[in-house]
């Protein structure tokens, strides 16, 4: 989930810097779990800009009353 959403800074060195003879093997679920974290957070992250948007728009008309 780290290496999906950009959080680990190292992982790409991990995973540039492994050999040939070394693979990596993720269990299905773990892939499932991933999947459905990375969708609750582009949720949490739209609900937070749509909350941005609104606090915005509320400053914008409030200040057109001065």
Not at 2 to 24: H, K, M, W, Y
Not at 33 to 41: C, D, F, Y
């Amino acid at each position: 989930m780290s290496i999906c959403t950009g959080r680990d800074p190292q992982a790409n060195t991990l995973l540039e810097s492994t050999l040939p003879s070394v693979q990596f093997a993720l269990p299905s679920i773990c892939v499932m779990e991933a999947l459905s974290a990375l969708e609750n957070e582009l949720k949490y992250r739209r609900r937070f800009e749509n909350e941005l948007n609104l606090q915005i728009s509320q400053v914008r008309r409030d200040q057109t009353l001065f």
